[in-house]
């Protein structure tokens, strides 16, 4: 932000001498707002695939779909990643690297991050994917931004026999840009003979490298995987197999379940601690748990961060009961994002009770649990009992429900309330929520939150909880305690959108001629230029900014929300400053949404 303050500096003057120009951006709206249509979100939606063997080698290629860009969640073939039929992977992290479309979508993609597994089910060939670093640095942060295109979902029951459906992916021919290709439904194929079509039949080309990619019906939208081909040598023939969309998104979504820590969140974060008695060489505990024997003298803590600044050290802290037991600083070199470990030890045995680690960075606590260490009841002390089960759409501060209730619509998120007695630190709890009969989330945990009378935790979906019938399983100490039931009956509506916001900076008199280094800079809801000049050129008071490349290009470091308004403003040391205070993206822009600036010569 230094180089922002040094150029905004540089141009004070001009905007105190009015040399503004008011009109520019609303006299040339047609031009700020090309909209490249549906055909180009999907283009940047569809991303390849490139798996690594286990020496990291390239295996095997193949495409995907990008389903949440802002979490970076990408929709692909098992296939893609390991052997459906002996359900391994072709390596054993489950790593891939991601190529994405330059904005030009002429060009080979461009290698930009690495993704990793969340789960991949074999019998129905579909895989899930998070992108978790940058390709050209394994253990740096990731960007606020992923730069990343999304679907629009669709509804693949809708399409009939004849209707055009459209196929996007890499399959290799010709080279190794993105390929589009279009042909009819072509009818539904029921292998188990249910009644359930897993297959839609087209004519569109699929060739090997489309797998896992992305078709679209005529609005754009998301309606299937490309998956195979059925090949007839006899009679020269093929057809295409798509998996359908609607079978995809509730795979999809039924693993996308918990609300993820979005992996875009640029501040520091201790993504997860695992604690057991000994360690690998990689610095993963061998066998965790959260409750160790009686008798251990060590317990190791193996920790998984992202986003930490390169060379500060982790602070952290060791506790019994609550007790301090010893403190130090955990030494880190330049990975912004990776994995180390702890250990705590003692000559002989270590007590029995709750251990606990804290860590901290720069003073701010990053995280605190633990580990208990002997039996569950000891001097005849009863079990922790879990009352009865309430599901609402919210929890007060004291623990009451908030709209109450079995049924839900439209919710993004879902509480399960309980009362509990005997409840202390600890104690293992574990958690198990399944969806549609099938097992989609389990947790457990040694309590690390004290006594209390009431207890929640809670399921969350950033696309809103799918339609369906959840269950929460509730266990103490490995013994099931309480189990509860709820059904959402209708699926929210889409959340406010965001869109990336690319464009060219182009000289007012001569569109060919592009300018590099302008500043693109918006500012965030309900700030105005002149304000902000005012305030000095507030660094808070950005909320995104891009610069222009070499040929004109830029995009934003933010995703802008669609019908939200702006204060935007683009400046140059040669040429006149563009501001407007009230910018808007349309409520159904594309994203990207192209915003292209003419600057006029001073």
Known sequence: MTILRMRFTRIALVFVAALCLWGVLAQSRAAWGLDRGPR?????????????????????????????????????????????????????????????????????????????????????????????????????????????????RGESGALLIGDPIYVLGFPGLGGDTITFTSGTVSGYLDEDKDGAEEWIKTDAEVNHGNSGGLAVDDTGAFVGVP???????????????????????RYYDAW??????????????????????????????????????????????????????????????WYKDGAELERGSLPRGDSETGSDWLSLSADTALDDGFYELELWLAGGQLYRGGVSVGQAVANGESLVQLGAITFAEGVQQDGAPVRPATSFAQVNEVFAIFPAQGLHNGVVLRSVWRFAGQEVLSEEWAWDQGDVQTAWLSITHAQGLPVGDYVLELAVEGKPAQSGAFRVTDQAAARTRSVNMTGTVYDADNRRSTISGALVVFLKPGATVDAWIDAGFDETQIYASGTSTRTGAYQLNNRVEAGQSYAVIVVHDDYLPVREDLFQAPPDAADPFVLDVPMQRR
């Open 40 to 152: 180009e979100q999907a283009l940047l939606a569809t991303v390849q695939i490139i798996v690594p063997d286990k020496d990291g080698n390239p295996y095997s290629s193949g495409s995907g779909t990008v389903l949440d860009a802002e979490q970076g969640y990408i929709l692909t073939n098992y296939h893609v990643l390991g052997d459906t039929e002996t359900r391994t992977l072709f390596n054993d992290e489950g790593l891939a690297i991601i190529g994405v479309n330059p904005s030009n979508l002429r060009s080979v993609p461009i290698f930009k991050y690495y993704a990793q597994l969340v789960h991949g089910d074999p019998e129905v060939d579909l895989a899930v994917l998070q992108i978790v670093s940058p390709f050209d640095n394994p253990t740096g942060r990731l960007p606020t931004n992923l730069g990343l295109t999304a679907a629009p």
């Open 227 to 249: 998956s195979a081909g059925l090949t007839d040598a006899e009679a020269a023939g093929k057809i295409s197999l798509i998996r359908p969309g609607d079978l995809a998104l």
């Open 256 to 317: 996308t379940l918990g609300g993820a820590t979005p992996m875009s969140n640029s501040a520091p974060q201790i993504r997860r601690v695992t604690y057991g008695t000994s360690i690998r060489r990689d610095g993963v505990v061998r066998v965790a748990a959260s409750r160790l024997a009686s008798g251990v003298t060590d317990i190791y803590a193996s920790i998984d961060y992202s986003n930490l600044p390169r060379g500060q050290a982790l602070g952290y802290r």
